[in-house]
């Protein structure tokens, strides 16, 4: 893609149409992109097999030339969501060529956004390091993936909350919308309550805002603010009813990261990928592309 000194409105526009990044988030990402792309082309080949020698001379006839076009391949298969065969079109090349570049060039997009600092603490455990926030919001977000032929790994995605066949992390957010921890990923039929009991979650002074799926947490996390559930038979009180209004537009907050992270239609629509690894990576990639973003244009609210 070709670098456009000084965009305008409508080249910001289309460029955050193709990838969801304007031209200056494109280019803070490239930056760091590149010297890693360049650095795995020389050791590396396309099928992730070492190099007897580490050197490598990019031929003329290669299918995405350049660390920016590799770097726009990516982003836009990500932004799109499309069909193999059609990314391969859009770009010249066949639909197995365009699997083994997403495989080669995952890795480096996730590790160019940990060293800019945009990806959140990951995996099984989290730990406040002294974010400056007065508060923290949890919440689980789901997402389709296509149904399996065998029938217990139907059952165990199928989310009956969504009737669909689902994946699900759990996310903690600040104040602010930016995403401070992301749960590895869980099928679809395991409860918002128990991935928070599978995890390991650092106890902090601040307050954690959590809604009705996560009832019972407020036994063993003393911090733990959860709206009033009506009761079997009656009504919540005027002061309940007003309390959990303000809960809920705290709340607010972890919606718009969702929809942030959502705006890359491989998490949004129902992913291609098959490979469970690959899924997990993707949705990791994707919240840190929303950090980016969040961390360019401020609070995402007017921008979700």
């Given at each position: 893609?070709?670098?456009?000194?000084?965009?305008?409105?409508?080249?910001?526009?289309?460029?955050?149409?193709?990838?969801s990044?304007?031209?200056?988030?494109?280019?803070?990402?490239l930056?760091?992109?590149?010297?890693?792309?360049n650095?795995?082309?020389?050791?590396?080949?396309?099928?992730?097999?070492?190099?007897k020698?580490?050197?490598?001379?990019?031929?003329s006839?290669?299918?995405?030339?350049?660390?920016?076009?590799?770097?726009?391949?990516?982003?836009?298969?990500?932004?799109?969501?499309?069909?193999?065969?059609?990314?391969?079109?859009?770009?010249?090349?066949?639909?197995?060529?365009?699997?083994?570049?997403?495989?080669?060039?995952?890795?480096?997009?996730?590790?160019?956004?940990?060293?800019m600092?945009?990806?959140?603490?990951?995996?099984?455990?989290?730990?406040?390091?002294?974010?400056?926030?007065?508060?923290?919001?949890?919440d689980?977000?789901e997402?389709?993936?296509?149904?399996?032929?065998?029938?217990?790994?139907?059952?165990?995605?199928?989310?009956?909350?969504?009737?669909?066949?689902?994946?699900?992390?759990?996310a903690?957010?600040?104040?602010?919308?930016?995403?401070?921890?992301?749960?590895?990923?869980?099928?679809?039929?395991?409860h918002?309550?128990?991935?928070?009991?599978?995890?390991?979650?650092?106890?902090?002074?601040?307050?954690?805002?959590?809604?009705?799926g996560?009832?019972?947490?407020?036994?063993?996390?003393?911090?733990?603010?959860?709206?009033?559930?009506?009761p079997r038979?009656?009504?919540?009180?005027?002061?309940?009813?007003?309390?959990?209004?303000v809960?809920?537009?705290?709340?607010?907050?972890?919606?718009?990261?969702?929809?942030?992270?959502?705006?890359?239609?491989?998490?949004?629509?129902?992913?291609r990928?098959?490979?469970?690894?690959?899924?997990?990576?993707?949705?990791?990639?994707?919240?840190a592309?929303?950090?980016?973003?969040?961390h360019?244009?401020?609070?995402?609210?007017?921008?979700?």
């Amino acid at each position: 893609m070709k670098k456009n000194e000084s965009p305008t409105p409508e080249a910001d526009r289309k460029l955050r149409g193709l990838e969801s990044l304007n031209q200056v988030e494109h280019d803070a990402l490239l930056a760091v992109f590149e010297p890693l792309v360049n650095k795995k082309m020389k050791y590396f080949t396309l099928k992730g097999k070492r190099r007897k020698e580490a050197s490598y001379q990019e031929r003329s006839n290669i299918s995405l030339p350049g660390a920016e076009q590799k770097l726009s391949f990516i982003l836009m298969y990500m932004k799109e969501n499309p069909n193999q065969a059609y990314h391969g079109f859009a770009f010249g090349m066949a639909q197995s060529k365009v699997s083994e570049w997403i495989s080669f060039l995952s890795p480096v997009l996730e590790e160019a956004l940990i060293q800019m600092g945009f990806m959140p603490q990951c995996g099984d455990r989290w730990q406040y390091r002294g974010e400056q926030t007065d508060y923290f919001i949890a919440d689980v977000t789901e997402r389709q993936v296509p149904r399996r032929s065998d029938h217990d790994a139907q059952q165990e995605e199928y989310s009956g909350k969504k009737k669909d066949h689902t994946m699900k992390n759990l996310a903690i957010t600040d104040e602010y919308g930016y995403v401070r921890f992301l749960s590895t990923s869980y099928e679809g039929t395991v409860h918002d309550k128990a991935i928070w009991d599978e995890l390991d979650l650092e106890q902090t002074d601040h307050n954690m805002l959590l809604d009705l799926g996560f009832v019972g947490v407020e036994h063993e996390f003393p911090n733990a603010i959860l709206p009033f559930k009506k009761p079997r038979k009656a009504e919540l009180t005027p002061l309940q009813k007003q309390i959990n209004h303000v809960i809920s537009k705290l709340r607010i907050r972890i919606e718009h990261a969702f929809a942030g992270v959502k705006r890359l239609k491989i998490i949004r629509n129902k992913i291609r990928l098959k490979s469970f690894d690959a899924r997990d990576q993707m949705m990791r990639i994707a919240t840190a592309l929303h950090n980016l973003r969040w961390h360019f244009r401020g609070n995402l609210k007017t921008h979700s």
